[in-house]
């Protein structure tokens, strides 16, 4: 009745379901595995992308801020050798001012010298013409006379 091609058929199946009955378990908690494996990895994936978002917010935030912090300071920069700029040309004209003063001083104090200079070449000029005249045209007694004058007004000063 039954031959041998049946009963391989029939092991054959039987071999299948008992291998399907411990093997399907075994596939399926594999999948589920996998399965739980690759959501797993999509659920880290999405932190990661949401930490990687966070970061890059994170240094244009710093970046914005470091552009702006780089803006004060050359806006500070630019105040400070504005404010420098004036301070040194109101410093070149404070100078410039005692240096003109200084110079009209030494001008001032060259022509008093000068005056002075000429004053007393005048004088030493006029004394010995002075003294000129008075060896060539005085003779010994109006000199006498001369000299005896003086020294009574010399007297009469004194006293």
């Given at each position: 009745m039954f031959d041998a091609a049946f009963w391989v058929a029939i092991a054959f199946v039987a071999f299948c379901a008992?291998?399907?009955?411990?093997a399907y378990r075994r596939i399926i908690d594999a999948l589920d595995?996998?399965?739980?494996?690759?959501?797993?990895?999509?659920?880290?994936?999405?932190?990661?992308?949401?930490?990687?978002q966070a970061l890059l917010a994170s240094y244009q935030r710093k970046q914005r801020d470091a552009m702006q912090e780089a803006e004060d300071?050359?806006?500070h920069a630019r105040q400070e050798a504005e404010r420098l700029a004036a301070e040194a040309e109101i410093a070149m004209?404070?100078?410039?001012?005692?240096?003109?003063?200084?110079?009209?001083?030494?001008?001032?104090?060259?022509?008093?010298?000068?005056?002075?200079?000429?004053?007393?070449?005048?004088v030493?000029?006029?004394?010995?013409?002075?003294?000129?005249l008075i060896k060539q045209n005085l003779d010994q007694p109006t000199?006498?006379?001369?000299?005896d004058d003086a020294i009574r007004e010399l007297g009469k000063s004194a006293h």
């Open positions: 008992i291998l399907a009955k411990f595995a996998r399965a739980q494996a690759i959501s797993h990895q999509l659920d880290e994936a999405v932190r990661l992308r949401e930490e990687a300071i050359i806006e004209e404070v100078e410039v001012k005692r240096r003109g003063e200084l110079a009209q001083a030494k001008i001032a104090q060259a022509e008093a010298q000068a005056l002075k200079d000429v004053r007393d070449s005048a030493e000029i006029s004394l010995r013409a002075a003294e000129t000199a006498d006379t001369i000299i």
